[in-house]
């Protein structure tokens, strides 16, 4: 009786993950993926190559201002240096204040400009935003079109190979009005 009740559980397990087996099978059958490569669709957005050239110009500005005062503080420092055996120690004192304040105020404006959260982490997020979202809308609405379950960006490197016939970043270029040249 034992044997009989352990053989009903085993049969009943067995037909139940081969239910189980059988019907996840079908499902990844039936779904549809796309891979996209946002590199590729995005160095053949005349926007994007506009963005990156006014980044450039803004970041090259900052920098030379960042530079600029790291500069003066390094003369000050090298002032200093000449002159302090001839210096009072009160006169030392304000130098050394002075070659202390242009150096933090070089390293406030390397913050405030290139920090994580500085200004051109903010423009670009800004200049990005239109790009992003015509991206974005591109890509669902092909899905959508297309029944795709999924669409995975091929230059991510999460995905080891894909048959080049899923990638659709040709179709979002030309969605977006723009053609690649792959």
């Not at 994007?48 to 790291?70: C, F, G, H, I, P």
Request: contains cysteine.
């Amino acid at each position: 009786m034992n044997t009989m009740k352990t053989f009903r559980k085993l049969s009943l397990l067995t037909i139940v993950g081969l239910c189980t087996w059988l019907f996840s099978t079908n499902q990844a059958k039936a779904q549809k993926y796309a891979l996209v490569d946002m590199e590729y669709i995005l160095k053949n957005i005349p926007d994007y190559e506009m963005m990156n050239d006014q980044l450039e110009a803004v970041s090259k500005k900052w920098n030379e201002e960042v530079t600029k005062l790291r500069n003066e503080a390094e003369a000050l420092y090298k002032k200093y240096q000449t002159d302090l055996v001839f210096l009072t120690p009160e006169q030392k004192k304000s130098r050394e204040e002075a070659i202390v304040k242009k150096e933090q105020q070089a390293a406030d404006f390397q913050s405030k400009y290139f920090g994580p959260e500085g200004e051109l982490f903010k423009k670009r997020a800004e200049l990005m935003k239109p790009i992003q979202n015509e991206i974005w809308n591109a890509i669902k609405e092909l899905a959508q079109q297309n029944s795709f379950q999924l669409v995975l960006d091929r230059g991510t490197n999460g995905v080891i190979y894909a048959n080049p016939g899923i990638d659709i970043s040709d179709a979002v270029l030309r969605k977006l009005g723009f053609s690649g040249n792959k």
